[in-house]
């Protein structure tokens, strides 16, 4: 698949759109609570649950673009020690190994989604659906698989 093909456009914009959007809604957020607390000496009881759901999001679909810009951590001693040839097929069952755990994570996460959303379980301050926060875990693991595919592509491709 090409880099610059429209389903690696879409993939990107997402994961970047959400990390972005989530993190200038955190700051605002966390401006808001330290205003009310410091200056009008009264706190707000929804900033820092909201604030934590911010950080969820954009933590989750930030792990996505990790995968996509080869920023996770690693062990690279195989890697150190092999030669160009070997380091392709390292880095495809690295992300092979990526893969496999976005998706024990992502059925965990609708298993866990699902079962929130039978219960009607709401957030204690905010009083959103959980299932909403709980989201983030399947679609942000779903992306970073995806991204992992995309990356053992890449390599495959690299030196064909």
């Not at 879409?10 to 957020?29: D, K, Q, R, Y």
């Not at 009008?40 to 909201?50: H, I, K, M, R």
């Amino acid at each position: 698949m090409k880099p610059d093909s429209p389903f690696r456009k879409a993939i990107n914009a997402i994961e970047v759109w959400v990390s972005v959007f989530a993190m200038l809604l955190l700051i605002l957020v966390v401006s808001i609570q330290v205003f009310c607390r410091y200056v009008l000496q009264d706190s707000l009881a929804w900033t820092e649950e909201l604030a934590r759901y911010l950080v969820i999001w954009s933590v989750l679909f930030g792990c996505s673009f990790a995968m996509r810009t080869d920023s996770h951590l690693e062990l690279s001693i195989l890697s150190n020690f092999s030669g160009p040839r070997m380091k392709k097929y390292v880095k495809c069952f690295s992300c092979i190994v990526c893969l496999a755990f976005s998706i024990i994570m992502v059925y965990a996460g609708m298993e866990s989604v699902i079962n929130i959303h039978w219960s009607e379980q709401l957030t204690p301050a905010m009083q959103l659906p959980a299932w909403i926060i709980w989201m983030a875990m399947p679609a942000g693991f779903g992306l970073m698989g995806i991204q992992a595919i995309l990356r053992c592509v890449d390599e495959i491709a690299k030196n064909v």
